[in-house]
């Protein structure tokens, strides 16, 4: 079965620094899509970025970037210059096509002023 | 344009009782999934629905179910509640089911659902 594992429970960065968040998972598919989801206090979830499996490329959106790294199947998200509306809780996610969708179980993230 | 919309935002039931949870997804997306978050279990997926067909569903008991309507609303129901069903029940919409790179689920406040 698979599984996504965040090893980082809670994190914390200073304002305008750089943090990078874990992401592990498990699978024996070479198909399937990866997430980093934000949830913020107001619990709404907001997808931050994707990263399709075959390509190669690291998924970027702005101060958000990933590091997939497929062979050790390690997909880590990285925050450049902290905003204090990026604290919230962050979840990596995996989905083979057509099936369901499995969350790790996430990680706090606190941004110091 | 409207974002997802919940009812109710908050509920309170006693174990035993049965409750049924509304999504409204943004207009004219077709797809809607169905997540249950809690703290012991974390962000767990219920179900998945596209033209008001269930296209995949996750591993929860009988109890869990819904339905979505040709307007694209959807519901759903859990019968004889337990306590452990206490949660905050989130909806998700996306244009069309899949996951083409421009089919971004868009999710709603959530219900937060105790059971007494």
């Known amino acids: 079965a698979q599984t996504v594992t965040q090893s980082q429970p809670e994190m914390s960065v200073q304002e305008a620094e750089t943090v990078t968040l874990s992401c592990t998972y498990d699978?024996?598919?070479?198909?399937?899509?990866l997430f980093w989801y934000k949830q913020p206090p107001s619990r709404q979830m907001i997808l931050v970025i994707r990263q399709e499996a075959y390509k190669q490329q690291n998924a970027t959106e702005n101060r958000f970037s990933v590091n997939f790294q497929k062979a050790a199947k390690s997909f880590s998200l990285k925050i450049s210059d902290s905003q204090l509306g990026d604290a919230a809780m962050y979840f990596c996610a995996y989905r083979r096509r057509d099936d369901k969708i499995i969350f790790g179980k996430g990680t706090r993230l606190h941004i110091l002023p | 344009k409207a974002g997802v919309t919940q009812t109710p935002r908050y509920l309170i039931k006693t174990r035993g009782q049965q409750v049924t949870l509304s999504c409204s997804p943004i207009s004219g997306h077709r797809s809607v999934s169905w997540y249950q978050q809690t703290p012991g279990q974390g962000l767990q997926f219920l179900f998945e629905y596209f033209s008001e067909t269930q296209r995949n569903k996750g591993n929860f008991p009988g109890r869990f179910s819904g339905r979505q309507f040709s307007n694209s609303r959807s519901e759903m129901n859990v019968s004889t509640l337990e306590l452990g069903d206490s949660a905050l029940y989130l909806c998700?919409?996306?244009?069309?089911?899949?996951?083409?790179?421009?089919?971004?689920?868009?999710f709603g406040a959530g219900t937060r659902l105790s059971v007494l």
């Open positions: 699978t024996s598919e070479s198909d399937y899509y």
């Open positions: 998700a919409s996306s244009l069309d089911e899949g996951l083409g790179p421009k089919n971004i689920q868009y």
